[in-house]
């Protein structure tokens, strides 16, 4: 609570300062920032706060372009691994896959060039809904190499609500589906609402060669069985807003050398 609070004064705060001096900040940053969206569609009327629209997402790629590089996860998690950081550099991901993400934000992200990641829940693709991910979009998919897949569990159940043995039937059950319908090495995982436990962190490296939660909480951000990512929220409409946001969370700093 205190930790969000901090947060948004800070965002407050950093909303005052001029657009090119929040870009040279952010510039100066050595690390990287893995950034988790959602749905990207064009109206979000309810405010829902996981849908970014159209018009916002490409705002925000237009800032990111002027900001710094845009790399895959396979590059963050060798960079996280050798513990040695380039420039200041942003990984795109998608948490549930949604149909959006390939029939509205691909396009955009293709035109500048940034690989992304969807992280994919077996029930949401199989329960055959407009919203997620289908059949042809797979196909699209299974061509394309800078689209990388991940596993976001079989039925987006928290991992703290399974049974020991149910963890480990998620790793193993989300990866295979995935990379029989795809071909594709599946070789990320991200947890659902965020929530890992022991037995998660004993055996997510069994399956997977990193695994990523739904936040930053400066301590263990850099742990390859939980790596943090920064949510986008929606409302972030100009390239100040969401650079200020971005301006105001933590990211993941790795030292050279060391
Ligand atoms: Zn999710």
Redesign the pocket.
């Known amino acids: 609570m205190l930790k969000s609070l901090r947060q948004k004064i800070k965002f407050l705060f950093f909303l005052l300062l001029p657009l090119w001096l929040i870009i040279f900040l952010l510039r100066k940053r050595k690390g990287i920032h893995i950034l988790m969206y959602h749905s990207v569609r064009a109206r979000n009327e309810n405010r829902f706060p996981y849908i970014v629209t159209e018009k916002h997402f490409k705002i925000q790629l237009a800032a990111l372009e002027k900001t710094g590089s845009c790399i895959s996860i396979e590059d963050a998690v060798g960079s996280i691994r050798k513990r040695s950081s380039g420039d200041c550099s942003f990984v795109i991901s998608f ?2 896959g949604y149909a959006d993400n390939i029939d509205t934000a691909a396009k955009h992200l293709e035109e500048k060039s940034f690989p992304f990641t969807i992280f994919i ?1 077996r029930s949401f693709t199989d329960s055959g809904m407009n919203s997620f991910l289908a059949a042809r979009h797979f196909n699209h998919i299974k061509k394309r190499k800078d689209i990388t897949l991940g596993a ?1 569990s079989l039925l ?1 159940v928290n991992h703290n609500f399974l049974s020991k043995k149910e963890i480990k039937k998620d790793f193993q059950e989300s990866k295979t589906f995935l990379s029989e319908i795809t071909s594709k090495d599946i070789k990320y995982y991200a947890y ?2 965020g929530g890992y436990t022991d037995e998660s962190l004993n055996h997510v490296l069994d399956f997977y060669e990193a695994a990523f939660k739904d936040r930053m909480d400066g301590k263990t951000d850099t742990d390859l069985r939980r790596i943090g990512r920064i949510n986008i929220p929606h409302g972030l409409n100009s390239e100040k807003r969401f650079l200020t946001y971005l301006l105001s969370q933590a990211y993941i700093r790795l030292r050279s050398n060391e």
């Open positions: 948490d549930d829940t976001h987006h659902t609402g």
